[in-house]
């Protein structure tokens, strides 16, 4: 039997980025994929190939909507090829996934393909094509999520989707009714818009992305009605159903009648759960919550101490970029050192068109608290840069302490913003003021001056370019 200081199941960001670290830091690692390629959901089928899709599909719509504009003339009709879209998707998804394979191998870390469960705290099954058992002095439990749906709907993964077969249709659809506007529902719900369906979304509350700010909330909403998405919010979805090659969605809106919907897909986007199916948690002691998630201490640490837990199958926002920073804090943990997360400092982003960012706290978590702040808020049709690019929607909102200065929060909707956000970020880190910002030199012509000037508006009514 192999043995080894640390074993960790799942490979997702997370857990890929834990079995790195515990190499680097000079831990004999291995880790357990119960599927024959390494990622999990985000290189598989959630950031790495929306991200591709949406890049594609942002392309085809600017040749067709903005090329003329700026003096291209493309002779005969622009076409879209969706097969070969699709594939270059899956090309992508293929160098970046093989990417985590040469990384495994460079840092010497042993890769079990097959489904990981413990036999005991120290002991963990692997049955895949060549089962086997291994002994592990440490294990973290990566094993993510999967998309969530609700219980009167039957997905058939053909009309009636999730995120993970939208990835890769066979047709645009004509209509495609998309139940939830958070996140994954807008992202995919843009890239068939762009290529040409008609997209409905119905929401239950009564805002899209409704964790975000409200003001952003606001924002992207009226931007995407702009781009002629029906937005049908205050709807709960009480039956969907379909009939051929048709989807017949019903939902009661806020006046309690009810309204039918019908599609040729419907995209069921309503949250992501913990996955802990096969994982046998009980055999090691591990105790899970009433929500099916790991539970753990601020050391991500469960109720048996040589079993940790990272991702989406703990408690928290369902991010890449937050797995990434766990898995890395529990191996510098398990290596003796003294590592720190910020979770109030892990960005969020959507990534439709204009991309919307934010970190820190919203004006309602601000009010609720009783924290006495200022605003300064500058729109990004207000700059030369946008302006050049014709990107013109959106704004930045920074959130400032009213008595110290300091950055609480930053909230901005535009083009680039999931790159921008890094900028507030570092600030907030570095606990910067709103002056701090603005008295930086940005340069000219950039959409990150709508930081400075939002930052300048918060000091003091001071931005200079409105």
Known sequence: MNSYDVAIIGSGPGG?????????????????????????????????????????????????????????????????????????????????TGGIDFLMKKNKIDVYVGIGSFKDATHISIVGEESTEIEAKHTIIATGSKPSTLPFIKLDKERIITSTEALKLKEIPKHLIVIGGGVIGLELGQVYKRLGAEVSVVEYMDRIVPTMDAGVSKELNKVLKKQKFKMNLSHKVKSVERKGDEVIVKADNKKGEEVTFTGDYCLVAVGRHAYTDGLNAEAAGVKLTDRGLVDVNEHLQTNVPNIYAIGDVIKGAMLAHKAEEEGTFVAETIAGQKPHIDYNLIPGVVYTWPEVAAVGKTEEQLKEAGVAYKVGQFPMRALGRSRASMDLDGFVKVLADKTTDEILGVHMVGARAADMIAEAVVAMEYRASAEDISRMSHAHPTFTEAIKEAALAATGDRALHI
């Open 16 to 96: 890929y980025v834990a079995a790195i670290r515990c190499a680097q830091l000079g831990m004999k690692t291995a880790i357990i994929e119960k599927y024959s390629t390494l990622g999990g959901t985000c290189l598989n089928v959630g950031c790495i190939p929306s991200k591709a899709l949406l890049d594609s599909s942002h392309h085809y719509e600017d040749a067709v909507k903005h090329f003329e504009e700026h003096g291209i003339d493309i002779p005969g009709e622009i076409k879209i090829n969706l097969e070969k879209m699709i594939s270059r998707k899956q090309a992508v998804v293929d160098q970046t």
